[in-house]
């Protein structure tokens, strides 16, 4: 069965600070990998995702994430977080058939001045 | 072009109570998909249609929910009667082949 971990449920970053968020997955192929975030009021915004190819993918507001196969993770990075980056952020995993998402449960992250 | 809207934002109701959940997808969105998030959970699938096709509904969580989608536009997910179990944010999403999904705001239900 598919699963998703992320191990982190909050984290606490400095403005200006680098960001890395965890991802592990667990699925018997090659995965479909998603990351999005939810800011509070809002609905789940896809950041980016990894359907196949370059393992680094770039998504929106300045936020990449890397494939790694030999790892099953897909973490999440951005060099510089902003104020505005706080917010929840999920990763999701979905097969090839385009069905349902799994989801990981979630990383709260909270960005000090 | 719009994005998917669901309907109502919050709703507040009591155990035993019926509560109907609209979601109108993305328009030309075949693929429409319903999730919820418990406090402190995860996000679950429910189901997956197609156009008004149920395609999975390995997700609902007994036969107090039931879901449609009229003509293949947009959905409602009724919950009778609601429980306190029940207690959730309910998503919505909707996308063309599948792959990237596009998620309303959510609709949260608080059953007192």
């Known amino acids: 069965a598919q699963s998703v971990t992320q191990p982190d449920i909050h984290i606490t970053v400095s403005e200006g600070a680098s960001l890395e968020l965890r991802c592990n997955y667990s699925?018997?192929?090659?995965?479909?990998l998603f990351w999005y975030v939810q800011s509070p009021g809002q609905g789940l915004q896809l950041l980016l995702k990894?359907?196949?190819?370059?393992?680094l993918v770039q998504g929106i507001k300045g936020f990449e994430a890397e494939f790694k196969r030999s790892q099953s993770s897909f973490n999440l990075r951005k060099p510089s977080v902003h104020w505005s980056d706080a917010a929840e952020y999920f990763c999701a995993v979905g097969a090839p058939n385009g069905n349902k998402l799994v989801f990981g449960a979630g990383t709260i992250l909270r960005v000090k001045s | 072009e719009a994005g998917v809207t669901q309907f109502p934002s919050h709703s507040v109701i009591e155990k035993g109570q019926t509560v109907t959940l609209r979601c109108d997808p993305i328009s030309g969105h075949d693929n429409l998909y319903w999730y919820r998030r418990v406090m402190g959970k995860e996000i679950k699938f429910l189901l997956h249609f197609v156009k008004e096709s149920k395609q999975d509904e390995s997700g609902m969580p007994n036969n107090r929910f039931l879901a449609e989608r009229t003509g293949g536009t947009y959905s409602t997910l009724k919950v009778q009667p609601a429980e306190l179990e029940d207690s959730g944010v309910y998503f919505c999403a909707s996308s063309t082949q599948g792959y990237e999904q596009y998620f309303g705001p959510g609709t949260r239900l608080t059953v007192t």
């Open positions: 699925y018997g192929a090659t995965p479909y």
């Open positions: 990894y359907f196949s190819g370059d393992t």
